[in-house]
């Protein structure tokens, strides 16, 4: 069974691979350009070492922590990812139940497969809306106030993709959303039926937060035009916490703690956008300094392991979230694979941590 073949995110990767048409897999996998700003990403995450400690009884700990006052049971969340239920029929809701039974923020992408508010419910409120800004802003503000209908409480915006970055894995497949099938696709999805077939049971994976009057969301459409007025006018419409995703320079940082935002997630998409960008957990230090110990500080992109988000943490971080790791683990084991790379994960983590003589979250952060 592929779930208890899963002792690494790597292993799910490979897993995955296996399973996967080349065009799913690469559109999860790849990432900008000639992927160097993966690559950079990787070799900051692995020149940091943690500093181990001994002698300290570390036999009991936990990973709890609070964000935005709310108790979570790990300091790793869902970070919020378009048309999941292409790596599994169901995994939206899969990732829901996931953040639910561990009370951690599952990241609802503008672009996810299963309605935003079907995502809440089953999440049972564990839930945060990722939003895009596009066009001219008018279907985004729809958006807004139907996520406020729908009882969300937190809602993350998206800044790192005033266009679309360019992909060359995932553009030499076809790939487009909604996704056409021509022949080359074909020949793809016959050579991976065990995925083709679950998809012709379950049906085609939708955009899902599109039936709305006036809202005809186009992937490849500009998301050029926001600006920092468009963030004020989201800061007067939106009364929950407001967090700011896609964030690598201190003045734009520190622009956004001056605007009113709630919080200020570093991530570079991972690494799916510019491909020239600093390395993210390069830049937490310095944001910590920066924006001061209090402001809360969310971190994204390349983590894939309990270990590095232990890192993320020491470096700054109040929270971190994993991103197309989860997908692997669900696209090679469903709901098994997901909960397996989970507890990978937590296991990594909770050993590092006695590894380096902490015993909660809090000694992450005072060891910065
Ligand atoms: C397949 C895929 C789709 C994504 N879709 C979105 C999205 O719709 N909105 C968004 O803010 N970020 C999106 N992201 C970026 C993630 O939220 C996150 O920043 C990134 O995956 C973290 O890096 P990691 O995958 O290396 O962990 C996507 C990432 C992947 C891999």
Redesign the pocket.
Known sequence: MSASAIHSAEDARRLARRRLPWMVFD???GSAGAETG?ARNRAALDAITLRPRILRDVSQRSLATTVFGQQTERPFGI??????NLSAPGADLMLARLAAKHKVPH?V????STPMEKILEVAEGHAWF?L?FTGDGTGTFKLVERAKAAGYKTL?L?VD?PEVGRRPRELRHGFKMPFRIGPRQFIDFALHPRWSIAGLIHGKPQMANFEMDGYDFDRTESRAKADWDTLARLRDAWPGHLVV??VLDVDDALQLQRAGVDAIQV??????QLEAAPAPIDMLPRMRAALGPDFPLFF?????SGEDALKALVAGADFV?????L?FAMAAGGDPGLAQLWRVLTDEMSIAMAQTGMTCIKDAHQDA
């Open positions: 559109y999860i996998d993966a970070a919020p990812m378009g048309m999941c990241g992408s503008t672009v996810a990722q895009y993350v998206t993709v995703k896609g991530s570079s998409h991972g690494a799916r994204d992109s390349g983590l894939r979230f994993f991103g197309r790791i997908q």
